[in-house]
């Protein structure tokens, strides 16, 4: 069992900056995918990023391209979302994914996962 717990939300005005970071329980911590993913009032839970558990390969929604960069650190068992040039439209509550994978491979929808965490919220003022 893995436990996530996500911070780092709060509320930002456009142009700005906010990291998140989710923190990840266990020991293989090296050995999930991790991602982001975010959900805005009556919308669906869409893809921000993910990377693979050595953290060499990484994926990126589109509307977060060249704004957004995912990393992680395996020795602290953490997973970070550096978030920039934060537009209103980035306003959601953001939830950070895991599953365990013995291949390094991308793993790109909400249904490849099974660890989540409780989510923060993000605000980003026009």
């Known amino acids: 069992q893995v436990q996530l717990v996500e911070s780092g939300g709060g509320l930002v005005q456009a142009g700005g900056s906010l990291r998140l970071s989710c923190l990840a329980s266990?020991?293989?911590?090296?050995?999930?995918?991790m991602g982001w993913f975010r959900q805005a009032p009556g919308k669906e839970r869409e893809i921000v990023a993910t990377?693979?558990?050595?953290?060499?390969?990484?994926y990126y929604a589109d509307s977060v391209k060249g704004r957004f960069t995912i990393s992680r650190d395996n020795a602290k068992n953490t997973v970070y979302l550096q978030m920039n040039s934060l537009k209103p439209e980035d306003t959601a509550v953001y939830y950070c994914?895991?599953?365990?994978?013995?291949?390094?491979?991308?793993?790109?929808?909400?249904?490849?996962?099974?660890?989540w965490g409780q989510g923060t919220q993000v605000t980003v003022s026009s």
């Open positions: 990377i693979t558990g050595s953290g060499r390969n990484t």
């Open positions: 266990g020991r293989t911590f090296s050995t999930y995918a």
């Open positions: 994914a895991g599953r365990w994978l013995w291949i390094e491979t991308i793993l790109a929808a909400k249904g490849d996962y099974n660890y």
